[in-house]
T-cell receptor
Framework: QKEVEQNSGPLSVPEGAIASLNCTYS??????FFWYRQYSGKSPELIMF????GDKEDGRFTAQLNKASQYVSLLIRDSQPSDSATYLC???????????FGGGTRLMVKP | GAVVSQHPSWVICKSGTSVKIECRSL??????MFWYRQFPKQSLMLMAT?????????EQGVEKDKFLINHASLTLSTLTVTSAHPEDSSFYIC???????????FGNGTRLTVT
């Protein structure tokens, strides 16, 4: 079992819809959770991070964390074609010094 | 926000030569820097973790004598690909973090092509 798992996709949603990206992790000691967006040929850029159970909203993005179920999700409201990219989930526990990345989910927003 | 600068953004070199890639944190002190490699349509693969003033920790399967990492200051880490071969052609990305729990910020990446 991979430490951080994501559905590789592609996830296809129509413009204006809500895109829901999910990520599960295996280490119950994980404390910090991050979502990165990576456009083709570019390096990842941080979208959001979340440390506590519940929802965290930033503009059109909402991160949701459920430590009991060991999943973290990213919702993108009013999806735009410019949101089309690969979204990487990353997880860190306090004992370690590095992030563990999922394989990424490719999102396609169709006009 | 935190800015990480990586240079060069792309480089083409001949087989057998060495290439140095620089990673700088511009507006914060990076106690830890990470080097990743990404092949087309694949996910990020961590190569090594470097802490300022100490030897880098390499991931399994990454040759430390081939990929030399130096983290001499809190704002600069370098990766040198020695005796490069065509199979080393890839997208190399550095990332840096200040405090332990602060987010990781990535450089823009270096596309290396070895001919």
């Amino acid at each position: 079992q991979k430490e951080v798992e994501q559905n590789s996709g592609p996830l296809s949603v129509p413009e204006g819809a809500i895109a829901s990206l999910n990520c599960t992790y295996s280490d119950r000691g994980s404390q910090s959770f991050f979502w990165y967006r990576q456009y083709s040929g570019k390096s990842p850029e941080l979208i959001m991070f979340i440390y506590s159970n519940g929802d965290k909203e930033d503009g059109r993005f909402t991160a949701q964390l459920n430590k009991a179920s060991q999943y973290v999700s990213l919702l993108i409201r009013d999806s735009q074609p410019s949101d089309s990219a690969t979204y990487l989930c990353a997880v860190k526990n306090n004992a370690g010094n590095m992030l563990t990345f999922g394989g990424g989910t490719r999102l396609m927003v169709k006009p | 926000g935190a800015v990480v600068s990586q240079h060069p953004s792309w480089v083409i070199c001949k087989s057998g030569t060495s290439v140095k890639i620089e990673c700088r944190s511009l507006d914060f002190q990076a106690t830890t820097m990470f080097w990743y490699r990404q092949f087309p349509k694949q996910s990020l693969m961590l190569m090594a973790t470097s802490n300022e003033g100490s030897k880098a920790t390499y991931e399994q399967g990454v040759e430390k004598d081939k990929f030399l990492i130096n983290h001499a200051s809190l704002t600069l880490s370098t990766l040198t690909v020695t005796s490069a071969h065509p199979e080393d052609s890839s997208f190399y990305i550095c990332s840096a973090r200040g405090q332990t729990n602060s987010p990781l910020h990535f450089g823009n990446g270096t596309r290396l092509t070895v001919t």
